[in-house]
């Protein structure tokens, strides 16, 4: 088995500067870049800069001959991150160098011995797991609908990566934890997973999982297999090594067989995987697993202001077992910013109002949408917010939805970008932009909303995309298009402008400079499902990757109540515990209010503005007057605004609470503004709203003054 049988890649000068390799590397990072010679483990905190360090390890191994770039293979854990280390050695001079997933590099090497194995070629790889296991729960007479089929497929992949079979998953599901799926206890499952090898196996397919089982199978059972990949790849990197699972450490030692050649890198309190089968301890217990070991420790963040830090540091400080023993301490390295907010509000839909508004304030102050995340624990929380922005008009993404290159747009796009391959000495930059052109991209945006701007935004990414590469030195068309089918194959969409909103999980390995992390109540974070120690310290690394995610501004909010109107039940996340109480503590919003009772608290309280006598808590400045503080609004009036809102909101698609809350359509009867600058005054009423429907608001108010 050859390179060239694995990965073929186009030939570049190899660097030939050693030192000016290491040069702009700081010195934890330039010891594991200049580290050969036996295993090493990279402890590696967020924004440390471990993937630069890892890429200039292999380059500067190349350079000084302690690796053959043909015999390395670097492990990652997603397809995006396995382009980006390919894009980097292909800038550093080294694209032999194979960058792949765990099931990237196992498929190749699958379907290279699977004549020689097996015989005859290798069946075909099921992609979706849903048509097989949901026939398998056909044949078994069980009703699943399409969320609990959902959670059985992530069931039967956790099983599968723990090296389980349908026999022994009932004793190991019990020992994890892990009762019951969507309503079906564990012996229900483990018919599930038996009939769905059955329908595999009559379809004559197999799925991701067995593409790495058999493999392992191969590996362990035939020597002459196994000598052969030995002798191709003898020098191993792996990327985020908290995430391995045991499917992937044993296929991890049958690579290596008797050698030690490896470096992994990993952040122990950045495990957020092991509902679906990580296993941390693979990495804390490096030093026993490979003895010659030695550890090296990256804790210098060059990402998130020292604000910011502090606040992840702190959270951390509070982490039990493991997490706490191996927890890295973050130091910044950058230049001092604002501190962390931390915001509560009376409820959800209060909350996404309050977000968007000083969103669309940023915006005005000229920082582009693209820089922000609104970050949230489940998918569900993301409505509010969505309308939210919408009801602003601020475009928005949803990580996770559909996937920029299998728009139909980019698709039409790329099969024209392919056919310009084919002409001699072409000037890619101005090619591209001739034929998307010719498919509705232009070099300002339209002015229009709807599909016409979502297909300008895909042609302009598209545009965007191609500058990266035209900007080398003697870049070609095939260049072009290979960087863009290398992406497509990875699904790195690029940034467009709008606002992110992603799960936290989605989010992982990204950053903004500007980031909301939501939600951030008990129930939430820590979701109400986590009941075990082990199960809320994961929910506590969850919020502290949530926290890393930004570099410049971060703010965190809850809110006390999930509908307007309901009883405040809800408190601040326990994972702020000592985060407010710490000397350097977070600022807290003026609309922020106390976190829970007997806790320090940095409540300010106002001068009631509806009647001048008492003091209006945080709690209550959203209605702008005092518990108990009767109230000056006419019942004519407020009913004559309810009626507005009603069919303002009919008329926009929105809910009510989105053009106006109760509490703010109460102030504004309250004090009857007759400017749109006493209206700006008006709690709950920012610029956004005075612009779409000021007007109309004072017309209302004057009326009905003139009619008393």
């Not at 792996?238 to 470096?263: F, I, K, M, N, P």
Request: some cysteine.
């Amino acid at each position: 088995m050859t390179d060239h049988a694995l990965d073929p890649a186009a030939e570049a000068p190899a660097p030939t500067d050693a030192e000016a390799l290491l040069a702009a590397l700081d010195p934890e990072q330039r010891e594991v870049a200049s580290s050969f010679g036996a295993p090493i483990c990279v402890l590696a905190g967020a924004g440390t800069g471990k993937t630069r360090a890892i890429t200039l390890r292999i380059a500067y191994g190349v350079v000084t001959g302690q690796l053959n770039p043909r015999h390395v293979l670097a492990v990652t854990f997603t397809a995006k991150a396995a382009a980006e280390m390919r894009s980097r050695l292909r800038d550093l001079g080294v694209p032999a160098v194979q960058a792949r997933t765990f099931h990237s590099a196992a498929l190749r090497q699958l379907r290279h011995f699977w004549p020689r194995v097996v015989g005859g070629p290798m069946p075909e790889l099921l992609t979706n797991k849903f048509a097989g296991v949901g026939e398998a729960c056909q044949r078994l007479h069980l009703s699943v609908d399409r969320a609990a089929l959902r959670d059985i497929v992530a069931e039967v992949e956790w099983s599968r990566v723990s090296m389980l079979t349908p026999e022994s998953y009932p004793e190991a599901a019990q020992q994890a934890r892990r009762p019951g799926v969507a309503g079906f206890d564990s012996r229900s499952i483990s018919r599930i997973l038996t009939q769905y090898e059955e329908v595999k196996k009559e379809r004559g397919v197999i799925d991701f999982e067995d593409v790495l089982l058999h493999l392992v199978g191969f590996l362990s059972e035939r020597a002459d297999v196994a000598r052969e990949v030995r002798g191709q790849y003898k020098h191993f990197v792996v990327d985020e090594y908290q995430d391995v699972s045991a499917l992937q450490h044993a296929l991890l030692r049958l690579w290596l067989g008797t050698s030690d050649d490896l470096c992994v890198v990993g952040d122990a309190a950045q495990t957020i995987y092991t509902f679906a089968g990580a296993r941390a301890s693979y990495l804390l217990d490096f030093r026993r697993e490979f003895k010659r070991a030695r550890t090296i420790r990256l804790e210098r963040n060059y990402r998130s202001t020292p604000e910011i830090v502090r606040m992840a540091n702190t959270v951390l400080d509070g982490a039990q077992g493991r997490t706490r023993d191996s927890r890295l301490t973050l130091v910044s390295q950058r230049e001092s910013g604002p501190p962390p907010l931390v915001e509560s509000f009376p409820d959800d839909p209060a909350e996404a109002d309050g977000v968007a508004e000083r969103i669309e304030a940023l915006i005005a102050e000229g920082r582009p949408a693209s820089d922000v995340a609104i970050l949230f624990r489940t998918n569900s929380q993301s409505e509010a917010f969505e309308q939210a922005l919408t009801f602003r008009g601020i475009g928005y993404l949803v990580r996770g939805g559909d996937r920029f290159f299998e728009r139909q747009e980019v698709r039409r796009a790329m099969v024209s970008l392919r056919a310009a391959t084919r002409v001699e000495q072409i000037d890619p930059a101005r090619a591209v932009r001739d034929i998307l052109s010719q498919q509705g991209w232009s070099p300002q945006a339209p002015e229009t909303t709807g599909a016409v701007r979502e297909r300008w935004d895909s042609l302009n990414a598209l545009v965007g995309l191609t500058d990266t590469v035209t900007r080398r030195p003697g870049a070609t068309m095939e260049e072009v298009v290979r960087e863009l089918e290398e992406r497509a194959e990875s699904q790195a969409a690029p940034v467009v402008d709008g606002v992110t909103l992603a799960s936290v999980h989605a989010a992982k390995g990204l950053e903004w400079p500007v980031v909301f992390v939501v939600g951030a109540s008990d129930g939430l974070l820590p979701i109400s499902m986590a009941k075990t120690a082990a199960e809320v310290e994961e929910e506590r690394r969850l919020f502290y990757v949530a926290l890393t995610r930004a570099r410049d501004l971060l703010t965190v909010s809850w809110a006390a109540a999930r509908t307007p109107g309901a009883r405040g039940s809800r408190r601040a996340s326990r994972f702020l515990d000592g985060v407010l109480e710490h000397p350097d503590s977070p600022k807290t919003s003026p609309g922020a209010g106390a976190r829970r009772t007997g806790r320090r608290s940095a409540t300010v309280f106002a001068e009631c503005r509806v009647c001048g006598q008492g003091l209006v808590s945080p709690a209550e400045q959203r209605r702008g007057r005092h518990e108990g503080c009767p109230s000056q609004a006419g019942a004519g009036l407020l009913a004559e605004l309810r009626s507005w809102r009603r069919d303002e909101a009919r008329r926009r698609g929105a809910p009510p609470y989105a053009i106006l809350t109760d509490a703010a359509l109460e102030a504004v009867a309250e004090r009857a503004p007759r400017t749109e600058q006493e209206l700006l005054e008006v709690p709950g009423v920012g610029a956004g709203k005075v612009a779409s429907f000021g007007a109309e608001l004072l017309e209302i108010l004057t009326d009905h003054v003139e009619k008393a």
